[in-house]
């Protein structure tokens, strides 16, 4: 996200054509939910030609918006990600939708009472095992 003039130009002496950076309409927001207040529009801009420019590039020190389609390269934050992997055993039926629905929801509560609001939770789990005949070990 463009924060101010300053982010602004750094991300302008890095580009020579337009590039995505990640804004777009309803309502104006980043494309990591951040709200923008920071907006430097061509004078004629936001324009919404066709109803159907959403997205915003940036050329030449100002943003236009524009068809979603168009093919730029993406300038993208500095910002890192980190994936990480939680075994849970249990006797719980882990299959069961409404007990993984409530092992995230108290995760993501548990993230934010520690103070951390970006992040995205999934829930996967391995593909069962079986043997060689097709069978699990309780049927043998």
Known sequence: MIENEEENQQVLSNITTYAWIGLYRVP??????TNSSFRTWWSYEPNNANNNQLCVGLYDGGFSDMGCTATFPFIC???KYSRIKIMIESNLD?????TKDNILLQLSASLTR???TDFNLSWSAPPQKLDPAGLNDDNQ
């Open 94 to 98: 882990l299959t069961n939708h409404n």
């Open 77 to 79: 934050s500095g910002r």
């Open 28 to 33: 104006w927001t980043f494309s990591d939910g």
């Open 114 to 116: 520690a103070g951390r």
